[in-house]
């Protein structure tokens, strides 16, 4: 099928790492991506990577891609309160379309 | 600054009665996405623009369709609202091309009564 995979809640404490994990459908994606979406927002790119790549850091975030299981997973270095929000990871297919999976939904406690 | 706006933010419309959501960007990106996204769900794609070329999803309803009459403004029609199209629905523009970044609006929210 089509369905991109998160869990769907995750918890963790102010000064901790998160990871956010993904499973994705397509093998051929040629770019995969992380978006944040804050209450009552539309979502804000976080971050991507290109298909030929296992790893990319960009300050406190780190992508993972594993492509022989098609897993995706962000991590996000010191968790702030202001890191709480859903996190979609989405892939891109052919002819421009975009497959979301359902979101993860950050909680970060103080 | 640059941006993606949708308007209304809030709309609501009863049953059967068409509605309107527009999208305009300042980005002078040439592809404009809409996505549905229902609560606790993924955004679903129903169409996009490539330039002027129309490009639907193949179950996107009938009911939904869409007019782009120049680069900075997309229209999402819902020509007989039920209650299952109450939603959230997204706008979002790209630029063709590596790394096909997506710049989304805010969002209108869809009720019908």
């Known amino acids: 099928g089509e369905d991109v995979e998160q869990s769907l809640f995750l918890s963790v404490r102010e000064g901790d790492s998160s990871v956010i994990n993904c499973t994705y459908t397509d093998s051929s994606s040629t770019y995969l991506y992380w978006y944040k979406q804050e209450p009552g927002a539309g979502l804000q790119l976080l971050t991507y990577i290109f298909s030929n790549m296992d790893m990319k850091q960009d300050q406190r975030l780190t992508v993972l891609l594993n492509k022989k299981d098609k897993h995706l997973s962000l991590r996000i270095a010191d968790t702030q309160t202001g890191d709480s929000a859903i996190y979609f990871c989405?892939?891109?297919?052919?002819?421009?379309?975009?497959?979301f999976g359902s979101g993860t939904k950050l909680n970060v406690k103080p | 600054d640059a941006m993606v706006i949708q308007n209304p933010r809030y709309q609501v419309t009863q049953f059967g009665k068409p509605v309107t959501l527009s999208c305009s960007q300042t980005l002078n990106h040439n592809v404009m996405y809409w996505y549905q996204q229902k609560s606790s769900q993924a955004p679903k794609l129903l169409f996009h623009y490539y330039d002027k070329d129309f490009n639907n999803e193949a179950d996107t309803p009938d009911n939904f369709q869409s007019r782009r009459p120049n680069t900075s403004f997309c229209f999402l029609d819902i020509r007989s609202p039920g209650l299952g199209d109450a939603a959230m629905y997204l706008c979002a523009t790209s630029r063709s091309g590596t790394p096909y970044e997506q710049y989304f609006g805010p969002g209108t929210r869809l009720t019908v009564t």
């Open positions: 989405a892939e891109k297919k052919n002819f421009n379309k975009f497959y």
